[in-house]
């Protein structure tokens, strides 16, 4: 096979993930950008993976969902993050940005050298994932957008109680055991202190 030699720009826009603040709308205590959002969902998703595969059936690949997580959001190095209020504001804009999304996608998927780019699409473009893999991904994404809000409510910024309520009921929604396994086991550990969760360790 013949190595492609021109250049490529994929990495170099991908690279710029750091660069995009989540949350734009809202009064941040800390700040949080894409890049380190889609280290925490590829955490979280191959924790749900494992869990769904070890305790309720599941045979999914949880490195290729952990990847597939990491590779979420990339389209924002094009497009932005729209923040959710206005993404979800009403049906129609909720269309039209689903299809920039793709576009986007299709545009990065362009860019990597032609060997490789359908390795890439099927970690990039929906069209490849299973609706288990979706489904564990998607629910990594709520869960750390939730954790987000724990964290923000615990410095005290009440600018995020919204934000949790309507977070709160979308993963009770999705009824799913081994989000509510997660939820169960690691979630208590978020509202503690570092003193609190290395108190343990030093007994």
């Not at 013949?2 to 205590?29: D, Y």
Request: proline fraction near 3%; charge should be negative; charged fraction near 25%.
């Amino acid at each position: 096979m013949t190595q492609n030699k021109t250049a490529s720009h994929f990495f170099a826009h991908l690279a710029r993930m750091k660069l995009i603040n989540r949350w734009p709308l809202m009064r941040n205590v800390s700040t949080e950008n894409v890049q380190e959002h889609s280290l925490q969902v590829a955490m979280v998703a191959h924790a749900l993976s494992l869990i769904k595969n070890r305790y309720f059936g599941g045979q999914v690949d949880p490195y290729k969902v952990a990847t597939i997580a990491l590779f979420h959001d990339v389209s924002e190095v094009l497009t932005g993050d729209l923040p959710t209020p206005v993404k979800y504001s009403n049906p129609a804009i909720q269309q039209e940005y689903k299809k920039i999304e793709k576009l986007a996608e299709q545009k990065l998927i362009e860019m990597t050298p032609e060997d490789f780019r359908q390795d890439y699409a099927e970690l990039i473009d929906a069209q490849y994932h299973s609706d288990d893999e979706c489904f564990l991904v998607k629910a990594a994404d709520v869960i750390c957008a939730y954790l987000k809000t724990l964290e923000e409510l615990a410095a005290g910024n009440q600018e995020f109680d919204l934000a949790k309520k309507r977070l709160d009921k979308i993963i009770s929604a999705y009824e799913s055991d081994e989000v509510n396994y997660f939820m169960q086991m690691y979630m208590p550990s978020f509202s503690l202190s570092l003193d609190e969760i290395t108190q343990e360790d030093l007994q």
